[in-house]
Nanobody, 126 residues
């Protein structure tokens, strides 16, 4: 049984940083995509950054390139999202998702990846 658990959200001032963690357990396949999505109040969910587990290929939304970095620690099945130079428009609930058989690019455009975490709130405010 696949489980996805996020942590690391919080309140930060504009220009600040946060690191989100996503621990994915119970995955037996090697080839899958794991990614971060976010949803702000009144807005549609959007993909932020995704990674292909088998080769580490990364995808980023244009709005976060050069500010956010996705990385992984295979030893503990954890993927991280480092958020730097945060802006108020980055405020959202951030979700981690997993989809078996998808690469990073495909993951970003999936309507509904299979496995989701519960989400973690990121609030950027003075």
């Amino acid at each position: 049984q696949v489980q996805v658990v996020e942590s690391g959200g919080g309140l930060v001032q504009p220009g600040g940083s946060l690191r989100l963690s996503c621990e994915a357990s119970g995955i037996t396949e090697e080839y899958y995509g794991i990614g971060w999505f976010r949803q702000a109040p009144g807005k549609e969910r959007e993909a932020v950054s995704c990674l292909t587990n088998s080769d580490g290929t990364r995808w980023y939304a244009d709005s976060v390139k050069d500010r956010f970095t996705i990385s992984r620690d295979a030893s503990n099945n954890t993927v991280y999202l480092q958020l730097n130079a945060l802006k108020p428009e980055d405020t959202a609930v951030y979700y981690c998702a997993v989809h078996i058989g998808a690469n990073a690019h495909a993951m970003a455009y999936l309507i509904n990846p299979t496995y989701w975490g519960q989400g973690t709130q990121v609030t950027v405010s003075p």
